[in-house]
């Protein structure tokens, strides 16, 4: 009799056990993941690296797209309405980041990965810089609030081509490890293992592109670029940029005759090998100049990967793209 009672409550409670588990188990399917969008494709690229397989992130601009030219369509009001997480470059460059925030309602948590990086191009007193890093490094800032500090930049005070310096891209792998393990922290491990790895990889990338660059000799390393891209680049590996077809951080802008033509004697003065173009951009100006000076026009990617069939379908192999085409030209 007692034998029985036992084998009967045995059974009770591994019945329990199941149902239990059955019921932890339906309310983790129930659980949806994650909702992970970037605004570019490189950084969609370098958060996916770090997310590995358990999110898939989303990127607003396409590939082979001009991402200063980049107009919202409502598939991306959409996308915003339904992101947890937005990482975005900051700087400046998403210049139709509010009104799309706006449009779309959204509360997502906005991560600004050019937060703790030192700009390029920034030109202004201690206070401004105060103003700066306050702004940069507050994580509970508004959408509102962000948009309007890097409004203030927009018109080209900083370079926001930040992610052509590998070092930064490694600053962005901790930003994104860091917000995806606050947001799912059943996954912090992995994000931070995963990022460990990338930055590994990216730390070779840096070593493989300086090696490069010590191939040219040093009086031939200097940039003429269609528009301020490579200031991180140039200023990492020792190189000069010694002007752009048009003033600015932006493809967009106009460029004028008379600094053209300033560009074309400086060029020849300090007899410049190539021009760089960005691989979305109309190179007619470029080609012009160069028709001139008897130079090469060559193709770069700057802001924008392409399709997986591509040249420069990751960040990694944009990066070894652009550092064999600069070598090339100007060794």
């Known amino acids: 009799m007692g034998r029985r009672i036992t084998l009967f409550f045995q059974t009770l409670c591994f019945m329990f056990v199941l149902t239990a588990c059955g019921a932890a188990s ?12 970037a605004t570019t494709g490189i950084i969609a690229d370098v958060a996916q690296q770090v997310a590995g397989d358990h999110l898939a992130i989303r990127a607003l601009i396409p590939p082979d797209s001009d991402l200063h030219g980049f107009q919202p369509t409502p598939r991306d009001v959409a996308t915003i309405s339904g992101a947890d997480l937005l ?3 900051g700087l400046g460059l ?18 600004d990965l050019s937060k703790g990086i030192t700009p390029q191009g920034a030109v202004h007193d201690d206070a401004d810089a105060a103003h700066d890093d ?28 930040l992610w052509l310096d590998p070092t930064n891209v490694a600053h962005w792998a901790d930003a994104i490890a860091a917000a995806l393990a606050d947001a799912d922290p059943t996954h912090a491990d992995d994000y931070r293992a995963n990022a460990d790895r990338y ?10 592109i300086a090696a490069q660059i010590e191939t040219i000799p040093v009086d031939q390393r ?11 680049y140039a200023a990492h590996y020792d190189l000069t940029q010694v002007g752009t077809l048009v003033e600015g951080i ?13 560009l074309q004697q400086q060029m020849m003065a300090e007899d410049v090998r190539a021009i760089f173009v960005s691989h979305t951009v109309n190179p007619q100006v470029a080609q012009s100049i160069a028709n001139d000076l008897g130079l090469q026009v ?19 192999t944009m990066m070894r793209y652009n550092t064999e085409a600069i070598v090339e030209a100007l060794r």
Do not use: C
């Open 26 to 37: 339906g309310r983790d399917s129930d659980v949806e993941p994650l909702s992970v969008v």
């Open 250 to 262: 932006s493809t967009m802008a106009e460029p004028s005759a008379a600094a053209l033509a300033t």
């Open 87 to 89: 990482f975005v470059n």
């Open 222 to 232: 200097k940039l003429v670029v269609d528009h301020q891209a490579l200031s991180y």
């Open 134 to 161: 306050a702004d940069h490094n507050d994580p509970t800032a508004t959408n509102g609030e962000m948009a309007a500090h890097d409004d203030e930049h927009e018109h080209g005070e900083f370079d926001p081509h």
């Open 298 to 316: 060559i193709p770069i990617y700057t802001g924008s990967l392409t399709p997986p069939d591509g040249e420069a379908p990751t960040y990694l």
């Open 94 to 111: 998403e210049t139709f980041l509010q009104p799309l925030l706006d449009q779309a309602d959204s509360h997502a948590q906005i991560i």
């Open 199 to 208: 930055q590994a990889e990216l730390a070779t990338l840096d070593r493989w």
